[in-house]
């Protein structure tokens, strides 16, 4: 064998009895059980050897039988109390390193202690005790290997320590007996080190991929951490967004209810900013709006002992949300700062602008019981700021509580209404992206009132859910969308939205299986949308509803993607087929950055999970280029079709083939 292999051979022998430094991961882990099993090997050794020591108490000298034995049984319980302590401290990897290698070449002076001290027992001993002595090591060495398996060095060191000169000792008696024993031991002991490298090659990987998870699942918290903070972000001021605002809210809100203690909602609005707008441009528009923000934003940060979240909800209205039990008198000298910073003069480049802001306030308990009301409440408050009081902080009372019963007309009205007259349905197509072809419609309600006309599904919708009419218009409106559906191709699907009341409510979507069954419609052309809001009215039962509903062979569609408060952590949990990103961040997808990347990333999602990513409110040709680009599979919006009646769908389609027909004679020309 050439000398150079014959160096490579022996230094790869001298790694194997060395505790390797360039893998701090591996060490850390090593260590870490290491030191559980640590205590346990040094139990075996004292108690194998106090037995031993008893059996040749009456047969050697004092010194061979508690002396030696007192002092190697000391020697390990110190070091067990040691390892115990390790289990309750941080160290680093130095120190980690540290006290491997010495442990490492502690198990040398150790075994080499307790083989001599068996060795000199031996020679006292009857056939039953030199038997026991054989035993013992054998034992003892097994037991040892085991404990030491996360330290191949060291086990490796105590087998060598002990397993050579037991056979050797053994075999030199004669004894048949003890030759025997001594060669089973040499075979078990070969097997166990066998057993040894492949537990320490399978630990190293586990650990290697332990260290690459971890990797994974940091990159992607990071990503969702990104996602989260751009999508709670406003990019213009930077400030807290409408979506922050209210996560803010129900958090606060929730808090406050159960301390028992105030909450207050305010809504401020700038006065005389539009003028700024149309006279100096957007550009100035937007510095202004920076700045006012800003000021807003100090004097929330400087207002005590209460604590003030701010945030900006769209075009020149800002939130707050105040905690600390404030009282009426806070909230007016809250408004009267920040009326009084926003007031100050405003001087960009050649233009010196003037604002003023109104502000409204509602105060939980006294005006509302839910996020949602006390909201509107505070809305309701501002409205009446700007109407009559503008420039002025106003708190909603029982005056303007009056005010705002009006709005029970329509609940009035809804409950004697007859759904199947009164509502009216129109449908949207849902497009693919790539071939432009209708893939499926969502169909939308409209309430045509004999005493109002036209009301809007922003109306009627959230009426029908306070006053608990919206399970029965559901199954209504679901009867009828799938008796159309019943008419189209049978590639082309229904999308029917529900809501929280549908999917949460006990029993609420056995109704809806009993509609679809009776329908003639197979459950796989129908998607269900369900709204994050919804979601997370009650989680639990709106997973059993989902699932049940997925069972049927439905298709499962998240709306308003973005909007809710725990996207991420819905999409993981749920069984969806499709999600749908909100249009908020489809309208500015050209203009806006941070919109840009933040359908870059949703779409993307989608992609891993292997889940439909469906556009809303696509209005124009350059939008929809992006979202293809971005990849998104779907496509919905006027740029396509504005909703129409199920009348309609016929021709629509019949367009379509011909324009899509057309295209293709083209391609192929």
Request: hydrophobic share 45%; aromatic share 10%.
């Amino acid at each position: 064998m050439p000398v150079a292999n014959l160096n490579s051979h022996i230094a790869a022998a001298v790694r194997l009895f060395r505790v390797p430094a360039d893998n701090p991961d591996l060490m850390r882990a090593q260590f870490g059980a290491f030191s559980k099993q640590m205590p346990l090997l040094y139990f075996i050794l004292m108690s194998n050897t106090i037995a031993v020591a008893y059996t040749y108490v009456n047969l050697a000298p004092d010194w061979l039988t508690i002396i030696v034995p007192t002092v190697l049984t000391m020697l390990a319980a110190l070091r067990t109390f040691w390892w115990l302590r390790q289990r309750h401290l941080v160290r680093s990897d130095a120190d980690i390193l540290r006290n491997l290698r010495s442990t490492n070449w502690m198990t040398l002076p150790i075994g080499a202690g307790f083989t001599a001290w068996s060795f000199a027992l031996y020679p006292y001993g009857d056939p039953f005790a030199k038997s026991q002595v054989a035993f013992y090591m054998a034992v003892t060495v097994i037991g040892c290997i085991f404990s030491l398996m996360h330290l191949r060095s060291a086990a490796l060191i105590v087998t060598l320590i002990v397993d050579v000169p037991y056979v050797l000792f053994f075999w030199a008696t004669g004894e048949p007996t003890l030759r025997a024993i001594a060669i089973n031991n040499l075979l078990v002991s070969g097997a166990m080190v066998t057993v040894l490298f492949i537990y320490y090659r399978d630990f190293a990987d586990l650990v290697a991929s332990r260290k690459s998870l971890l990797a994974q699942q940091a990159a992607t918290q990071a990503l969702s951490d990104e996602n989260f903070r751009l999508a709670n972000l406003d990019s213009l001021t930077e400030l807290p967004n409408r979506r922050r605002f209210f996560a803010e809210l129900s958090s606060a809100f929730a808090d406050a209810e159960r301390r028992h203690v105030r909450v207050a909602v305010g809504i401020i609005d700038l006065d005389g900013f539009k003028p700024i707008n149309d006279n100096y441009g957007h550009s100035v528009g937007d510095r202004v709006l920076i700045e006012a923000g800003q000021r807003i934003r100090e004097v929330c940060e400087g207002f005590g002992p209460q604590r003030v979240e701010f945030a900006r909800l769209g075009g020149d209205e800002f939130g707050l949300v105040v905690c600390g039990d404030p009282e009426d008198m806070d909230l007016m000298r809250l408004g009267e700062r920040i009326g009084d910073q926003v007031k100050l003069p405003y001087q960009l480049d050649n233009a010196h602008t003037g604002l003023s802001c109104s502000i409204g306030f509602a105060l939980f308990p006294d005006s509302a019981t839910t996020p949602e009301t006390l909201y509107e409440c505070a809305d309701y408050s501002l409205y009446h700021a700007k109407r009559h009081l503008r420039g002025r902080t106003v708190i909603f009372s029982g005056e303007l509580e009056a005010e705002i019963r009006s709005r029970g007309v329509i609940e009035t009205l809804l409950r004697t209404a007859d759904f199947d007259t009164e509502m009216d349905l129109v449908f949207q197509p849902i497009v693919e992206a790539v071939s432009e072809h209708t893939a499926g419609f969502e169909v939308l309600a409209r309430w045509r009132s004999s005493r109002l006309g036209l009301v809007s599904p922003a109306d009627f919708i959230p009426a029908a859910e306070r006053i608990g009419l919206i399970r029965p218009l559901t199954q209504s409106l679901l009867g009828r969308a799938l008796a159309t559906a019943r008419t189209w191709p049978d590639d082309i699907r229904l999308s029917f939205n529900l809501s929280a009341h549908d999917v949460c409510a006990a029993g609420g979507i056995l109704p809806l299986i009993s509609i679809i069954e009776k329908s003639g419609v197979p459950p796989r052309r129908i998607d269900f949308e369900i709204t994050e809001t919804a979601v997370t009215f009650d989680f639990a039962r709106a997973q059993e509803s989902i699932a049940t509903l997925k069972a049927m062979g439905c298709g499962i569609s998240l709306d308003d993607f973005g909007t809710g408060y725990s996207s991420l952590s819905h999409v993981h949990r749920l069984p969806l087929d499709k999600i749908k990103v909100d249009r908020s961040f489809v309208a500015d997808i050209n203009d806006n950055p941070v919109s840009h990347k933040i359908i870059k990333s949703l779409a993307g999602l989608c992609d891993d999970m292997e889940i439909a990513c469906v556009a809303e409110g696509v209005e124009t040709r350059a939008q929809l280029d992006s979202l293809r680009r971005l990849g998104c599979n779907f496509i919905q919006g006027y740029y396509f079709a504005k909703p129409m009646p199920a009348s309609a769908i016929g021709d629509y389609l019949a367009k379509e083939r011909q324009r899509l027909d057309g295209a293709g004679a083209k391609v192929v020309a």
